[in-house]
């Protein structure tokens, strides 16, 4: 895997603008803070965005990919100026369960997600590497 960086351009923070990879797709679906028995684990961003990117390892896991194999992340949150306000948790939160920023991410403000109390859906795309 290899992140884009067109010449010129300065290095984002908490993301990548692109990135090139060659194996395997995983793809997971989008996942909200809600633990294994679809029990919410709080309603406020931070805690919601912890448990969906535990759930989207855990996917990954099942799939036979790991963190490092994420590539695209697409995060839609409820409310921009939480997530803002958040950012700091939600990095610390990230570096701990992903723990790279080299993934072409984006993240959108919806109006609202399917299940009423999520606060947060995380998409996310792996590519585990070919056999060498």
Same mark, same amino acid.
């Given at each position: 895997?290899t992140?884009?960086?067109p010449t010129? =351009?300065?290095?984002p923070?908490? @993301?990548?603008?692109?990135?090139?990879?060659?194996?395997?797709?995983?793809?997971?679906?989008?996942?909200?803070? =809600?633990?294994e028995?679809?029990?919410?684990?709080?309603d406020?961003?931070v805690?919601?965005?912890r448990q969906?990117?535990?759930?989207?390892?855990?996917?990954?896991?099942?799939?036979g990919?790991?963190?490092?194999h $994420?590539v695209?992340? &697409? =995060? @839609?949150?409820t409310? *921009?100026?939480? @997530?803002?306000?958040?950012?700091?948790d939600?990095g *610390? $939160? @990230?570096? #701990?369960?992903i723990?790279?920023?080299?993934?072409?991410?984006t993240a959108?403000?919806?109006?609202?997600?399917?299940?009423?109390?999520?606060v947060v #859906?995380?998409?996310? &795309?792996?590519?585990?590497?070919?056999?060498a």
């Amino acid at each position: 895997m290899t992140a884009l960086l067109p010449t010129g =351009w300065p290095r984002p923070r908490g @993301y990548a603008n692109g990135v090139a990879a060659r194996g395997r797709m995983v793809f997971v679906a989008g996942m909200i803070g =809600w633990d294994e028995a679809g029990a919410f684990v709080g309603d406020d961003i931070v805690s919601q965005s912890r448990q969906a990117l535990a759930n989207v390892v855990a996917v990954l896991a099942a799939g036979g990919a790991r963190p490092e194999h $994420i590539v695209r992340m &697409t =995060w @839609y949150v409820t409310d *921009r100026r939480a @997530y803002i306000a958040a950012a700091r948790d939600i990095g *610390r $939160i @990230y570096r #701990e369960t992903i723990g790279h920023y080299d993934v072409a991410m984006t993240a959108v403000e919806v109006s609202a997600l399917i299940e009423d109390r999520a606060v947060v #859906e995380i998409e996310a &795309t792996a590519v585990v590497p070919d056999p060498a």
